[in-house]
Nanobody
Framework: VQLQASGGGLVQAGGSLRLSCVASGGTFSSYVMGWFRQAPGKEREFVAV????????GYADSVKGRFTISRDNAKNTGYLQMNSLKPEDTAVYYCAADRRYVGTNVDEYDYWGQGTLVTVSS
């Protein structure tokens, strides 16, 4: 499966953005979808994950209560709604997919999108 992330941009602290991840070349509902982010000079870190059907998932503590992950399998698209953004949320955001795991680790995902940059100004 190929993944294409979009929706990043520049936003002021306290603002919102919605990221999208469009999948092609596979049956989207066969894949767990995750979002990760990588800030300059830091390792890629887990943000959120959603199960195959969208009935479960989880969040990193740093985004819990502010970010919401969702998916529309009919549209082959996953989403990350980000509210109450903070400067420390600034990073390149990646969507990822895997058939097997509802994972929170980078090495649990076989397929990755190209990333979309989110910049939050103070």
């Amino acid at each position: 499966v190929q993944l294409q992330a979009s929706g990043g941009g520049l936003v002021q602290a306290g603002g919102s953005l919605r990221l999208s991840c469009v999948a092609s070349g596979g049956t989207f509902s066969s894949y767990v979808m995750g979002w990760f982010r990588q800030a300059p000079g830091k390792e890629r870190e887990f943000v959120a994950v959603i199960t195959w059907s969208g009935d479960g998932g989880g969040y990193a503590d740093s985004v819990k209560g502010r970010f919401t992950i969702s998916r529309d399998n009919a549209k082959n698209t996953g989403y990350l709604q980000m509210n109450s953004l903070k400067p420390e949320d600034t990073a390149v955001y990646y969507c990822a997919a895997d058939r097997r795991y509802v994972g929170t680790n980078v090495d649990e995902y076989d397929y990755w999108g190209q990333g979309t940059l989110v910049t939050v100004s103070s």
